[in-house]
T-cell receptor, first 109, second 114 residues
Framework: GQNIDQPTEMTATEGAIVQINCTYQTSGFNGLFWYQQHAGEAPTFLSYNVLDGLEEKGRFSSFLSRSKGYSYLLLKELQMKDSASYLCAVSDSNYQLIWGAGTKLIIKP | DAGITQSPRHKVTETGTPVTLRCHQTENHRYMYWYRQDPGHGLRLIHYSYGVKDTDKGEVSDGYSVSRSKTEDFLLTLESATSSQTSVYFC?????????????FGNGTRLTVT
């Protein structure tokens, strides 16, 4: 079967750095997405990785290792507004998105 | 932001009644999707459309039907609602089936079936 694993919840301190991991087992791989979802709102696109390595976008970076079936989202200089759920999704061999259950990130002052 | 509107935003209905949720887009995107989101689960695809009158089933399509008579509108119908269909429903659009094309989501419909 296809599976995406993420931690259910993480807590971090304002101004710090946090890394949210995602491991996947899918039939084929056509890229990995990260989305941010604030409580009661729609998911919004953060990043896309299809090749191994690190992609940086401001305070957010996303890393992919296809051989390990592993990705992480790195958030630097955490702000209170970063409190949200972070969703990992993999595009499989049929270009269907397989979604993880999401990681709820709690930021404390 | 992509122009996607879902209606209604909230709905309470009784078991056995029909319910239709509407998704309207102003982006002229070809691909439209209906997902449901439940605690402890990832987003699950119900149905999707790749053009007018072209639709296909997702992984949790039982009990749901869809129609797309115009590019801008994608309707999701629960023919006879059940309590297991209590959920938050999201519509999403994309302009390409290419693997790197992100989805843009509507604000969701919270449906409660009593």
């Amino acid at each position: 079967g296809q599976n995406i694993d993420q931690p259910t919840e993480m807590t971090a301190t304002e101004g710090a750095i946090v890394q949210i991991n995602c491991t996947y087992q899918t039939s084929g791989f056509n890229g990995l997405f990260w989305y941010q979802q604030h409580a009661g709102e729609a998911p919004t696109f953060l990043s896309y990785n299809v090749l191994d390595g690190l992609e940086e976008k401001g305070r957010f970076s996303s890393f992919l290792s296809r051989s390990k079936g592993y990705s992480y989202l790195l958030l630097k200089e955490l702000q209170m507004k970063d409190s949200a759920s972070y969703l990992c999704a993999v595009s499989d061999s049929n270009y269907q998105l397989i979604w993880g259950a999401g990681t709820k990130l709690i930021i404390k002052p | 932001d992509a122009g996607i509107t879902q209606s209604p935003r909230h709905k309470v209905t009784e078991t056995g009644t029909p319910v239709t949720l509407r998704c309207h887009q102003t982006e002229n995107h070809r691909y439209m999707y209906w997902y449901r989101q439940d605690p402890g689960h990832g987003l699950r695809l119900i149905h999707y459309s790749y053009g007018v009158k072209d639709t296909d089933k997702g992984e949790v399509s039982d009990g749901y039907s869809v129609s797309r008579s115009k590019t801008e509108d994608f309707l999701l119908t629960l023919e006879s609602a059940t309590s297991s269909q209590t959920s938050v429903y999201f519509c999403a659009i994309s302009d390409s089936e290419d693997s790197g094309s992100p989805l843009h989501f509507g604000n969701g419909t919270r449906l409660t079936v009593t």
